[in-house]
């Protein structure tokens, strides 16, 4: 038997904040409490504070307009429907830009949806020839030695965020020229991000490793240069491995034969539990629906939020803090602390109410629970074959047009 605890969330953030450190001591990382804030309100001021017209011009500068939402949408203190919406509205098609990068979540959650537990493995096999060496200390410590590398990952570090274009960079660094496990190096980077989500992370390495996508992702050292306003650059004195044409930097990369077969990696089997037997019925917070307004919380039974160590064992403490904050906003939600299962036979729950999700994980803890999955509305209601589940193009080649035209104010 796991002990379970009601935990009484502080309202008082300061308080809130130390409580989750007493809660959680084992919780490693920085407090980002400075940094970041979770919850709807906060959500809600930076999706008011986009600018739209400036994210179009600069979003791929290391210092350009970009909103900062990725953790409100990937907790759902924010959907991605109402925030499209909202872009849509204020905008018009001058927010297409942002519009279709907000598409990327959508897309990446569809193929999740798709392919299940399979997106941990290589869905194709890779282009080119990559290599498996296990993610280096001194990377994961920013000391490669590289001044643009090692500012990314302290920043990461120390705050949870990286620009999408440092992720490219820093992904491809340590796909294509250290040759590390893309899955071992995806599985650290998304412990450490704040907006830490399994879609958009692990698919993305892959896109870099070319096991989602046509070709590797590379870049060189004047692509990089031009993108940060040559800020790491200048002064560098390290023997820079970027610092070529791509036709060079190819063929130093690229020179091994293509494997002929996707890799395959282990998934941990489900805990398996006996059917519960009770028959009280209760809503199942999970830390993909972390907002007030969720429509499930008006169902007229128990809200119970569980921080399982199944799930959040080795969660950073700026996570946790950040869930913390979302809930103390959502006034009748339960917050327990052990085992899902003891909790809710503790409750005598036999019947769940819960917002589907493609995380399995959070499916399998329910598995002994007859589970009602409530879908959560895809950004356009339209069917998308497996081909176009293949790639963004041709999912936004379908998706595109419906959205930019239904959605129109
Ligand atoms: C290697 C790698 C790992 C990544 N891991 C994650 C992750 O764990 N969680 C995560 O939310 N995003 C991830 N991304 C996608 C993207 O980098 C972040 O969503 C984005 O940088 C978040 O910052 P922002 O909110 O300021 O983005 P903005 O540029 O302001 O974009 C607005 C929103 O659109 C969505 N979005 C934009 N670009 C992408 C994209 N390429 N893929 C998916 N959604 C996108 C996000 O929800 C984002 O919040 C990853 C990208 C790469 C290359």
Redesign the pocket.
């Known amino acids: 038997m796991t002990s379970t605890q009601k935990l009484n969330i502080p309202s008082d953030r300061v308080e809130r904040l130390h409580y989750i450190k007493r809660m959680f001591p084992q919780a490693t990382g920085e407090d980002l409490s400075n940094s970041w804030a979770g919850g709807r309100s906060q959500a809600l001021s930076k999706l008011h504070s986009i600018d739209a017209p400036s994210?179009a011009r600069n979003?791929n500068f290391i210092n350009g307009a970009?909103?900062?939402?990725?953790p409100y949408?990937?907790y759902g203190c924010l959907s991605l429907n109402e925030t499209f919406a909202a872009v849509k509205a204020k905008f018009g098609l001058v927010g297409e830009n942002?519009l279709m990068?907000?598409a990327?979540?959508d897309f990446?959650r569809q193929v999740w949806y798709a392919n299940g537990d399979a997106i941990f493995s290589e869905m194709e096999a890779p282009k080119v020839g990559i290599d498996y060496a296990p993610l280096n200390d001194f990377v994961k410590q920013g000391n490669t030695g590289l001044p643009c590398m090692d500012a990314f990952v302290d920043e990461l570090l120390t705050t949870g965020y990286m620009?999408?274009h440092a992720?490219?960079w820093f992904?491809s660094y340590v796909v294509h020229h250290l040759k590390t496990d893309w899955r071992d190096a995806a599985d650290w980077?998304?412990s450490k991000?704040l907006?830490?989500?399994f879609a958009?992370?692990h698919l993305?390495?892959q896109w870099?490793a070319s096991t989602f996508s046509s070709k590797p992702y590379y870049f060189n050292k004047e692509n990089l240069g031009r993108y940060t306003g040559e800020k790491y650059c200048t002064g560098c004195t390290a023997k820079c491995p970027f610092d070529t044409d791509y036709e060079t930097l190819k063929e130093r990369l690229f020179t091994q034969a293509p494997a002929s077969q996707a890799k395959q990696y282990l998934i941990t089997p489900p805990l398996t539990r006996p059917p519960s037997g009770h028959t009280a019925v209760a809503v199942y917070v999970h830390d993909e629906m972390l907002s007030a307004t969720n429509p499930l919380l008006n169902q007229p039974f128990p809200k119970i939020f569980v921080f399982d160590p199944e799930i959040y064992q080795h969660w950073p403490l700026s996570r946790l803090q950040f869930i913390a904050d979302s809930l103390s906003e959502m006034m009748n939600v339960e917050v327990w602390l052990g085992d899902t299962y003891e909790v809710l036979m503790q409750r005598a729950v036999g019947k769940v109410i819960s917002q589907d999700t493609p995380n399995l994980k959070v499916k399998q803890l329910l598995s002994s629970f007859s589970t009602k999955w409530q879908p959560v509305p895809k950004l356009a209601d339209v069917e998308l074959s497996e081909k176009r589940l293949r790639r963004y193009s041709r999912y936004w080649e379908k998706v595109g047009p419906v959205l930019l035209a239904t959605k129109a104010t």
């Open positions: 994210y979003r970009v909103t900062h939402l990725s949408l990937r942002l990068q907000l990327w979540r990446w620009h999408n992720r490219m992904a980077f998304e991000l907006d830490g989500d958009s992370n993305s390495w870099v």
